[in-house]
């Protein structure tokens, strides 16, 4: 039997409506009691005075980039970033190379997890073979090999009775349908916002109408088919509010994630033609970024992510028009919604919690994000109020592309548990 005794911390666990003081003892992986003053010995005991023990977090976007891109991240790098930014659950995006379009690469990334023990890997599988938006893939094999979730992220699944069908299909093996909304013919092959920044840089824009359509499309779809549907990364005012007016209609089959530089930051990062603020949606403007904030306090939006997107240096020290997209975010999102969400007044640290724990492990249907009795022991233990610069140097993750760099941030995971064992402390993996 080996025990764990994590003493005298806050504990935020929103699936059971926990904010107190307490303790948290482990038992064989397994959250075996919470509450003030327990008594028990364990073979080890962690101090958290001053500290929050939350459950660990689950990102359900990111991506690995292995099999095929190893140069930029490895499931294994990948899930020491997350490690240390307190991630215990990641769900994988497909469009590695091959692309997770069938079972082989899926049952590849669920083996490669197993032997690497770190994290709770779960993949998404790809929507349409290769990702090219005609033939759907075969789900129900890769649902039956793990994946818990089909999306052909990077791009739209553009023709809107390709959707329907694969939302159908969904439906009858019940697979949960994510997607990258962004219609191509409206981005006008734009590289940042369109608005007045992208004006003033000279840089072609992409019109917000590009979004707003592709999620406007989805919900349709939705309820049409009744599929489980969820919108990734939603950046604009107009999705907000399409998805506030499918909740108030009762579409209980729609969800949708905000990525944390959404709400975060604007397009007056892409100033100086900083590519590291290059990524598809892109940063917004000020009026969108507001109106993405409130939706996240009035409970419209059902969970945080990263969009983590490594990326190698060569691929973003380019002209901004030619480098790549994304950002990296596994070892900063904690301290990033803790920043701009919790610090600057918006919501408690409970709903920012309750965003990167049992929401989005509920839209997956996995049973984390939670402190549970009997639920799997997968813990973080963060400094909410530990200030410090992000220095890309200092990163886990092989992908140095952070739109972060720089920035001064507050909070910060100090160990992270999986599974009851101690997988990564002070920032070092255990
Ligand atoms: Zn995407
Ligand atoms: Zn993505």
């Known amino acids: 039997m080996s025990t764990l005794l994590i003493t005298n911390g806050r504990v935020i666990d929103p699936s059971s409506k926990r904010d107190e003081v307490a303790d948290v003892f482990i038992v064989d992986g397994k959250i075996q009691e919470v509450g003030k003053h327990i008594s028990a010995i364990a073979e080890k005991t962690i101090d958290a005075t001053g500290l929050v023990v939350a459950p660990g977090l689950v990102d359900i976007h990111v991506h690995f980039r292995e099999p095929g891109r190893e140069d930029m991240e490895t499931l294994e790098t990948g899930s020491r970033a997350a490690l240390a930014g307190g991630i215990t659950t990641v769900v994988t995006m497909p469009n590695t190379a091959p692309i997770a379009d069938n079972q082989t690469v899926i049952e590849f990334i669920v083996k490669r997890a197993r032997e690497l023990d770190l994290i709770t890997i779960y993949p998404a599988g790809a929507i349409t073979k290769n990702e090219a938006g005609s033939m759907l893939a075969e789900m129900r094999e890769m649902k039956n090999s793990g994946a818990v979730a089909v999306s052909d992220d990077g791009v739209d699944v553009d023709n809107p009775g390709v959707l329907l069908s694969a939302m159908e299909y969904a439906k009858t ?6 997607n990258h909304c962004e219609t191509p013919e409206l981005d006008e092959s734009g590289v940042m916002h369109e608005g007045w920044v992208s004006t003033e840089l000279g840089l072609p824009g992409i019109p917000e109408v590009a979004e707003d359509h592709g999620v406007a499309k989805g919900i349709m779809l939705a309820q049409r088919s009744g599929a489980r549907f969820h919108i990734s990364h939603m950046s604009t005012k107009a999705a907000a509010a399409a998805l506030r007016e499918a909740k108030r209609a009762g579409l209980a089959n729609v969800t949708g994630e905000v990525s944390v530089q959404h709400f975060a930051l ?46 190698i240096e060569p691929d973003k020290i380019k002209p901004f028009a030619d480098a790549a997209r994304g950002t990296v975010g596994l070892e900063t999102s904690f301290a990033v919604m803790n920043t701009y969400l919790v610090k600057a007044g918006h919501i408690p640290l409970s709903q920012g919690i309750a965003l990167m724990t049992h929401k989005p492990a509920e839209i997956i249907r996995q049973k984390k994000g939670t402190l549970a009795v009997g639920a799997d022991a997968d813990i973080a233990i963060f400094d909410p109020d530990k200030e410090w610069i992000v220095d890309e140097k200092e990163f886990l993750s092989k992908g140095r592309n952070s739109v972060f760099i720089g920035k001064k941030l507050v909070g910060k995971a100090v160990h992270t548990i999986v599974g009851g064992k101690v997988k990564m402390s002070g920032g070092k993996i255990v």
Request: net charge negative; glycine share 4%; aromatic share 4%.
């Open 266 to 311: 604007t397009d007056e990062e892409c100033r100086g033609y900083n590519t590291h603020a290059k990524m598809y949606p892109p940063l917004r403007s000020r009026d969108h970024v507001d109106a993405i904030v409130e939706a996240i306090k009035d409970g419209i939006i059902d969970a945080l992510t990263t969009d983590h997107a490594p990326h």
């Open 173 to 178: 093996h019940d697979m949960l349908l994510m």
